[in-house]
């Protein structure tokens, strides 16, 4: 498998994984120098990403890929620009729009991971 059919594969893992908030899996696609620029423009790591998951203050009720560009950069490293559907809560309170991902990927020994992400609606 080639490293753009790889990167197509974690990227519908982290789907996956967003909507069911499945911490395993997120811990597995989430390097531990991970770092997330959200749409409130507030700077988060990995853990403080998964305790919003774990405490439940992100629950998706719907994350629909509407557009996917996959950048490689080298064998290891990869930049995915996404357009993406989502319906859900955030802290109790309903949203739901249209959000531009851009996810850096890296692997190191035979897992990719997301090492990088910026988040931000779209108007």
């Known amino acids: 498998m080639n490293a753009s059919d790889q990167i197509?594969?974690?990227e519908q893992r982290l789907q996956k994984a967003m909507l069911s908030s499945d911490l395993v899996?997120?811990?597995?696609?989430?390097s531990d120098e991970l770092?997330?620029?959200g749409p409130d423009g507030?700077?988060?790591?990995?853990?403080?990403?998964?305790?919003t998951?774990?405490?439940?203050r992100l629950r998706?009720?719907?994350?629909?890929a509407q557009e996917t560009k996959i950048k490689l950069l080298s064998d290891d490293v990869a930049v995915v620009?996404?357009?993406?559907s989502l319906r859900g809560t955030f802290q109790e309170q309903p949203f739901e729009g249209s959000y531009r991902y851009t996810r850096v990927w890296r692997r190191q020994k035979e897992n990719w991971q997301i090492i990088a992400a910026h988040i931000s609606a779209v108007a």
Do not use: Y
């Not at 899996?25 to 989430?30: I, Q, R």
């Not at 998951?53 to 439940?56: E, S």
């Not at 998706?60 to 629909?64: C, E, G």
């Open 8 to 10: 197509q594969q974690v």
């Open 25 to 30: 899996e997120l811990d597995a696609l989430l």
């Open 35 to 37: 770092l997330v620029t």
């Open 42 to 51: 507030q700077l988060v790591g990995k853990a403080e990403d998964l305790a």
């Open 53 to 56: 998951h774990r405490a439940g």
């Open 60 to 64: 998706l009720s719907a994350l629909v």
């Open 81 to 84: 620009f996404a357009l993406m």
